[in-house]
């Protein structure tokens, strides 16, 4: 496991932090290995069904033997105690939709990298004395790039990332960048339903490939 600066460090130099839930082990294991292939080397699987805990599992021995470079998070963490069954199960960051204080507390007590979701100046206020540093805009597409260019001087010392409606044509990830974020967490606008449902692991290999050229070049142009 990578330390927090070292994990942080890495999703910013990505650009984006992809993520995706699927109740089939096989599905979630298979887009996996696509996004690797694709060039990720950070993703996020969500914590939003019954099979979630058995398919990291998976995913975390699959790792293991065929990517060790990649760094596999846990999303919509809410309490300790689910953080705790993945750190146990390998886990290198936690996401959480909101900013959750005993998990905080218990990731920066052992130097595991965490990213809470903030909607709010209170939130965010709340997540920086905590003594987090990377901060998750949740809903991104409620509060757009005018809220973060609204606050971002408040908090010099912080990165940013959108999630939730993030789009993946250039005009809206130009914007964000250009507001001033640090990476965009991009789910169902890259990894959608549809193409989980008839296996399309190709397009999703190679939406994701030309989505990081696409972040590559607004990053080297700004």
């Not at 942080?8 to 699927?22: A, F, S, T, V």
């Not at 995913?59 to 105690?81: C, F, H, Q, W």
Request: glycine share 8%; with cysteine; aromatic share 10%.
């Amino acid at each position: 496991m990578n330390n927090g600066k070292l994990t942080k460090e890495h999703i910013i130099r990505q650009g984006m932090l992809p993520l995706y839930y699927n109740e089939d082990e096989t599905v979630s294991i298979e887009i996996l290995k696509a996004e690797y292939r694709a060039g990720v080397r950070a993703i996020e699987y969500t914590n939003r069904g019954n099979k979630a805990l058995a398919n990291f599992s998976k995913m975390i021995a699959v790792r293991e033997t065929e990517m060790p470079d990649m760094l596999i998070g846990i999303g919509t963490i809410k309490n300790y105690s689910t953080a705790n069954d993945y750190l146990n199960a390998g886990a290198d960051f936690f996401v959480s939709p909101g900013f959750v204080p005993d998990v905080a507390e218990y990731c920066m007590s052992d130097d595991i990298f965490y990213i809470p979701g903030c909607m709010t100046p209170t939130e965010i206020i709340a997540a920086e004395s905590a003594g987090i540093s990377f901060i998750k805009l949740f809903p991104g597409n409620l509060l757009g790039t005018e809220f973060l260019c609204s606050v971002k001087e408040i908090f010099p010392f912080l990165d940013f990332m959108p999630t939730g409606g993030v789009d993946t044509t250039k005009q809206n990830i130009e914007s964000w960048f250009k507001a001033g974020v640090s990476a965009v967490g991009i789910g169902s606008k890259l990894i959608s339903k549809k193409l989980m449902q008839e296996r399309d692991y190709l397009t999703i290999e190679s939406e994701t490939r030309r989505i990081l050229e696409l972040i590559n070049a607004i990053k080297n142009n700004q």
